[in-house]
């Protein structure tokens, strides 16, 4: 019944058709996560109705689940499925620094956070950790996440811990607008087939999110998210994944393009299942 269902789906999409979200930016997928329609069987009854396989032609372009070809006539032909990457790559090296496995920190600069470990340095990954405190000054961040603050300045937020000052907080909360969260599934398409949901991220529609600012990290209920699945458009930003529960907890880094400056900014969402 699954694989029926999902040749259905196939078919409803073997037509020539005008790309959806001209305002998106597909980044990166991995053309080796697709699901695998082009069997010769399938393939001849394609090309039975003039239609081609996407074994037959170049993918130029991916939204959502699917996978748009250009044909002869310059039309978008949508020949399949694709599916993010989910795993979130990191280089091994920063240069000759190794990359650290946790995300504690004890030192920054303008490469970002370094910790000093076993008499070595290693560079903490942005992209896999969620961090408001950063150290600064040779001061570090407090321990304890409870120390209670005593005083707040240009700097952030201070605390004592063993009789000595400590961070509690330098990042501050995102508001220069209001992001709005969200998690929705299709209950009917190839989204409930596959276990597949779309997180939506929707902010003011004047405001060029993309240009202005860049995502640093987001964490899926304490799992990094591959930051290369998100696709960019005018009113709202969104990925798609398969590692989601029913209440989720977002926590998200990002950074001003011009100032450098980060904030953090957190979200609790559901799942909505959409029924058509």
Known sequence: ????????????????????????????????????????????????????????VEIVYIDGFTKYALLEDGSYYACGFAFPDEEVKEDEMFGDYPYCNGCETNYTDKDGSWNFIDETWCKVSEKKCFKICEPIKGYQCCKDSSTEVISKDNDGSWG?????????????EFND?????????????????LKYVQFIFSYEENVNFEEKYEIVSILLNDNPVNLDNIT?????????????????????????????QKYYKTFITGVYRMFF
Request: hydrophobic share 35%; net charge neutral.
């Open 1 to 56: 019944m699954k694989s029926q269902s999902i040749i259905a789906f196939i078919l409803a999409l073997a037509l020539p058709m005008t790309v959806v979200g001209e305002n998106s930016t597909v980044k990166n997928w991995s053309k080796d996560n697709v699901l695998d329609v082009d069997s010769d069987e399938y393939c001849e009854y394609r090309h039975s109705l003039g239609i081609p396989c996407c074994r037959d």
């Open 232 to 260: 960019y458009f005018s009113k709202y930003f969104r990925f798609y994944t398969s590692n989601y529960l029913e209440t989720n907890e977002i926590k998200m880094i990002l950074r001003d393009k011009t100032t450098k």
């Open 177 to 193: 607008f209001e992001i709005n969260a969200s998690c929705t599934m299709d209950g009917s398409g190839i989204n409930k087939l």
């Open 160 to 172: 004592i811990e063993n009789k000595k000052w400590c961070l509690i907080q330098t990042i501050p």
